[in-house]
């Protein structure tokens, strides 16, 4: 199934390629294909208070999870695994077992700014320090 | 002036990692020293259409500037200089010399959400066709 969407795809790319010199342009070379995948590419923030709108990020990592993995964050395969489990849904995000946090209330705030699987994504989450914004799925907001 | 800097940011890295285990947390191994330098973390979107609230992003790609350039832009070194010529304003950007584009209405718009130099941007632009949109700057919106 998933060999024959990407043949599927490629076949696309490849009728892509050969209408799309039609359209001509002084910039042939630098032609943009049609994507293969729905792109999933974020910037997550983090900085120290509760509202993104006053809080200077303090930290920025990018993820890209498609057609693999990458980025600045610390731990992409991960991150992108979990959000996959969680169908993008940043809510549905939940703290993994077994770890204590203090409960010193100095908050954080994490943004997501991108796409996911090609739908716009903005999203902001306080919490209450730092301990408790990394057991949110384990890794994602872990940067 | 540039060495400076950064040893005064190590020290202060310094510091934090010395005084950071003074707050505890049960994820102390996963402890966030303070940035040693602004973060600058973008992703870049492109769709066809004029108005992004509209538009489906077709490829979304990111660009980190700092430390150093990296991403899934395809040329993330030559957009990151552009960008540092530019002040990191993108309406600042202007088209290469020599190109010619054709005149065709095909409008493509740009999303650019991140983060440069520790500052939040937001920013979206719209161009008349794709070719129009890969010169401003150069590099930076072809993708």
Redesign the interface.
């Not at 359209?23 to 910039?27: H, K, Q, R």
């Not at 200077?56 to 890209?64: F, M, Y």
């Not at 770890?99 to 203090?102: D, F, G, K």
């Given at each position: 199934m998933r060999n024959t969407a990407r043949w599927a795809a490629t076949m696309g790319l490849t009728a892509a390629a050969v209408c799309g010199p039609l359209?001509?342009?002084?910039?042939a070379t630098?032609s943009?294909p049609?994507?293969l995948y729905a792109?999933?590419?974020?910037?997550l923030?983090?900085g120290h208070g509760h509202d993104?709108a006053t809080v200077?990020?303090?930290?920025?990592?990018?993820?890209?999870c498609a057609p693999t993995a990458?980025?600045?964050h610390p731990a992409a395969p991960q991150a992108c695994a979990e959000l996959r489990a969680a169908g993008g849904d940043f809510d549905a995000l939940r703290p993994v077992d077994g770890?204590?946090?203090?409960k010193?209330y100095?908050p954080v705030v994490v943004t997501v700014?991108?796409?996911w699987q090609?739908k716009?994504v903005?999203y902001e989450r306080a919490f209450a320090?730092?301990?408790v914004k990394?057991?949110y799925g384990g890794n994602v907001f872990?940067?």
């Open positions: 359209t001509g342009s002084a910039l630098q943009t049609a994507a792109p999933s590419a974020l910037v923030t983090v993104a200077t990020p303090e930290r920025a990592v990018t993820l890209t990458s980025g600045t770890v204590l946090c203090t010193l100095n700014e991108g796409v090609g716009r903005s320090n730092a301990c990394d057991v872990s940067f």
